[in-house]
């Protein structure tokens, strides 16, 4: 049998290509000679990068500003001219400075370096994960690092950050990027907020990342203000679309500014990596991810995973940190069985300091269901 393993990664334990290659080495004790093929996948948030390149894609190192301004070192995956960025290993929650939220002063502008440097390089396709960002800035960073300018009502260059954007009275986009004119740019992201109001992105994800009440609504009118100054500059008023409150307000900018196209981040990705080519002649895919419970079935990698897999009719197992969901709701998900780590271990700390050898031990389990007797196909 050939399997097909497209697990995302299991938080704080396993990578996406940790998990593949358990996987892999479990079905290779239990099942000797089964041809498994590892294609590690990401949902447009962390990990996006790290599938690209388990896929093939070349990094490419690239030194950026990370959320709060301090230097990181990221990258961009590259190949064809087609460039993937993460915006989460820039400008996410993980490259804050001793993981201290900073709602307000937190920009994408690191994001826009590295698309900056992709364009440079001659990438004439870009794909930006958008997932896990620490900003609430509109995108409005993104922009200034490709170029635009920001200005408030005496004519100085406006700070970063969503906070600053207060001030913010005109965008100036002479010097954008030339290779924007030509370059695709589509955006992986699975949310459908607006930008502004009480489904906006400070509303509903600025508490995520440390903003109190008052702080929301200064950061739901900075955003105001930004739309405005987008509007005057571009002509389009893009601030009420589906999508715009992605990663606090990036989703926006990259409409408006950078006539980027959204698209579902996992059928995008999984687009990118080869998964529906890797499809032919497989009898099983396995995928997974952390835990399995209702926001798998909302875009998640692994529903994501599954209803391409049933679309070639081919079946689709599950293993999991610990799955919540019931067998119909895995069933409405394409997902014939899951099988998770609490079902060896019940204690919790040890499924995630000890992931790795129960992963591979629990893929005996998913072997003898589906390689060697059918009667435990069931067995979750």
């Given at each position: 049998?050939?399997?097909?393993?497209?697990?995302?990664?299991?938080?704080?334990?396993?990578?996406?290509?940790?998990?593949?290659?358990?996987?892999?080495?479990?079905?290779?004790?239990?099942?000797?000679?089964?041809?498994?093929?590892?294609?590690?996948?990401?949902?447009?948030?962390?990990?996006?990068?790290?599938?690209?390149?388990?896929?093939?894609?070349?990094?490419?190192?690239?030194?950026?500003?990370?959320?709060?301004?301090?230097?990181?070192?990221?990258?961009?995956?590259?190949?064809?001219?087609?460039?993937?960025?993460?915006?989460?290993?820039?400008?996410?929650?993980?490259?804050?400075?001793?993981?201290?939220?900073?709602?307000?002063?937190?920009?994408?502008?690191?994001?826009?370096?590295?698309?900056?440097?992709?364009?440079?390089?001659?990438?004439?396709?870009?794909?930006?994960?958008?997932?896990?960002?620490?900003?609430?800035?509109?995108?409005?960073?993104?922009?200034?690092?490709?170029?635009?300018?920001?200005?408030?009502?005496?004519?100085?260059?406006?700070?970063?950050?969503?906070?600053?954007?207060?001030?913010?009275r005109s965008l100036d986009l002479a010097g954008l990027h030339p290779g924007l004119s030509s370059a695709d740019v589509v955006v992986?992201?699975?949310?459908?907020?607006?930008?502004?109001?009480?489904?906006?992105?400070?509303?509903?994800?600025?508490?995520?990342?440390?903003?109190?009440?008052?702080?929301?609504?200064?950061?739901?009118?900075?955003?105001?203000?930004?739309?405005?100054?987008?509007?005057?500059?571009?002509?389009?008023?893009?601030?009420?679309?589906?999508?715009?409150?992605?990663?606090?307000?990036?989703?926006?900018?990259?409409?408006?500014?950078?006539?980027?196209?959204?698209?579902?981040?996992?059928?995008?990705?999984?687009?990118?990596?080869?998964?529906?080519?890797?499809?032919?002649?497989?009898?099983?895919?396995?995928?997974?991810?952390?835990?399995?419970?209702?926001?798998?079935?909302?875009?998640?990698?692994?529903?994501?995973?599954?209803?391409?897999?049933?679309?070639?009719?081919?079946?689709?197992?599950?293993?999991?940190?610990?799955?919540?969901?019931?067998?119909?709701?895995?069933?409405?998900?394409?997902?014939?069985?899951?099988?998770?780590?609490?079902?060896?271990?019940?204690?919790?700390?040890?499924?995630?300091?000890?992931?790795?050898?129960?992963?591979?031990?629990?893929?005996?389990?998913?072997?003898?269901?589906?390689?060697?007797?059918?009667?435990?196909?069931?067995?979750?």
């Open positions: 049998m050939r399997v097909v393993v497209a697990p995302d990664k299991f938080k704080g334990s396993l990578t996406a290509a940790q998990v593949a290659a358990r996987v892999a080495a479990g079905l290779a004790r239990a099942a000797p000679g089964v041809d498994v093929v590892q294609l590690p996948v990401a949902d447009g948030g962390d990990g996006t990068l790290e599938a690209a390149v388990s896929a093939g894609y070349r990094r490419v190192p690239v030194p950026a500003e990370g959320p709060t301004g301090d230097l990181v070192d990221t990258a961009y995956a590259e190949r064809d001219g087609v460039a993937v960025v993460e915006l989460a290993d820039v400008s996410g929650l993980g490259r804050l400075p001793g993981g201290r939220l900073a709602a307000s002063a937190a920009s994408s502008y690191g994001t826009g370096q590295v698309i900056r440097a992709a364009l440079a390089a001659g990438c004439r396709r870009v794909v930006l994960g958008i997932g896990g960002s620490a900003c609430t800035d509109g995108g409005a960073g993104m922009v200034q690092a490709l170029g635009g300018r920001l200005a408030d009502a005496r004519g100085d260059e406006v700070g970063r950050g969503g906070g600053a954007l207060g001030a913010v992986a992201g699975d949310v459908d907020n607006p930008l502004l109001g009480p489904r906006g992105a400070a509303a509903v994800y600025g508490p995520q990342k440390g903003a109190s009440p008052a702080e929301v609504a200064r950061l739901d009118a900075a955003l105001g203000r930004w739309a405005d100054a987008v509007r005057r500059a571009t002509g389009l008023d893009l601030a009420g679309m589906p999508g715009a409150g992605a990663a606090g307000g990036v989703g926006f900018a990259a409409m408006a500014v950078l006539g980027a196209t959204l698209q579902p981040g996992i059928e995008l990705i999984l687009e990118l990596v080869g998964f529906p080519a890797a499809l032919s002649g497989a009898g099983l895919v396995i995928t997974g991810e952390g835990s399995l419970d209702r926001q798998t079935l909302h875009g998640k990698a692994p529903a994501g995973v599954a209803a391409t897999a049933r679309s070639a009719g081919i079946p689709v197992v599950a293993v999991a940190g610990r799955s919540l969901l019931s067998p119909a709701d895995l069933e409405a998900a394409g997902i014939q069985a899951a099988y998770a780590l609490t079902d060896l271990e019940p204690d919790l700390d040890r499924c995630m300091t000890e992931a790795g050898p129960l992963l591979e031990r629990l893929v005996a389990k998913v072997a003898r269901g589906w390689m060697t007797d059918p009667q435990e196909a069931t067995t979750r």
